[in-house]
């Protein structure tokens, strides 16, 4: 993109998607460019006018306030039938989700979670904080200083006590996106940690904030928006974070079984 392209997806992207819905002069002052520019742009990304590219962002703004009940395809008639629809659309989901990483941004995060010398935070809402905890749990088996911070206000409110420019701070928010996860996040990217977000493609608030984003498929055999693709998404984290850390995750990881069995009574 040009400097002026750039600076019309940084309006649409920072109050997305009311940006998009005004009128294109509207648009086109608040980027400071003219309202053609915004119409070749348009046109470079593959909308047919103003219109159709309003059209696109109507129907995104449907779908994110659609009730999960309504997304819903309908019931299977057998258990068969319900394996054959899971296993096709969970393999498509986690195929989105991994070709939709951009390589710059996972080695940028990798790089930060990788650094033994800074502490590392994460969180999320009320139902994707279950991904934080499966994330801070690899982490935390490689690496020292991985705190994980619950969803209920005390936790977020302690954790921001001791964030600074040399904290990373992983967060998950997803659809209905979650208030205190995005004040969490703001605070963070305000004291200069490094703020990674993991969201669905819609995009949390909050990705305006963050030095990094991942956007996960949500497509699920269930009745709302699943977690399949965002798992896959933390594994690619964990592993490749491993493997930057080498010897010294395979060091942390020999101990911890050794204390384990000790645990168990299998040591000597």
Do not use: C
């Not at 949500?218 to 690619?236: K, M, N, R, Y």
């Amino acid at each position: 993109m040009t400097e002026s392209e750039r600076r019309i997806a940084e309006v649409v992207l920072g109050s997305y998607p009311i940006a998009g819905l005004q009128p294109v002069t509207r648009l086109a002052d608040d980027a400071g460019v003219s309202a053609p520019t915004v119409l070749r742009l348009l046109t470079k990304l593959g909308f047919d006018g103003y219109g159709d590219f309003r059209d696109a962002l109507l129907g995104e703004v449907a779908s994110m306030l659609a009730s999960p009940v309504n997304r819903s395809g309908g019931s299977p008639s057998s258990l068969e039938e319900l394996i054959e629809q899971a296993a096709d659309v969970l393999t498509r989901t986690v195929t989105a989700s991994l070709r939709e990483i951009d390589l710059a941004a996972l080695e940028r995060t990798v790089d930060a979670l990788a650094d033994v010398e800074r502490p590392v935070y994460v969180g999320g809402g009320r139902m994707s904080w279950v991904l934080a905890s499966h994330l801070a749990f690899h982490l935390q088996l490689v690496r020292r200083d991985v705190h994980v911070v619950g969803p209920e206000s005390g936790a977020v409110l302690r954790a921001q006590l001791d964030l600074d420019e040399h904290a990373v701070v992983v967060l998950f928010d997803y659809r209905r996106y979650q208030a205190s996860t995005v004040a969490f996040g703001r605070h963070a990217a305000s004291v200069g940690a490094e703020v990674v977000l993991i969201t669905d493609r819609y995009l949390s608030p909050l990705a305006r904030h963050a030095n990094s984003v991942f956007t996960a498929a949500v497509e699920s055999p269930l009745p709302h928006d699943g977690t399949t693709g965002a798992f896959a998404l933390i594994e690619v984290l964990a592993a490749a974070t491993i493997g930057r850390l080498g010897p010294e995750a395979e060091s942390r990881v020999a101990r911890f079984d050794a204390l384990e069995a000790l645990e168990d009574g299998r040591g000597g």
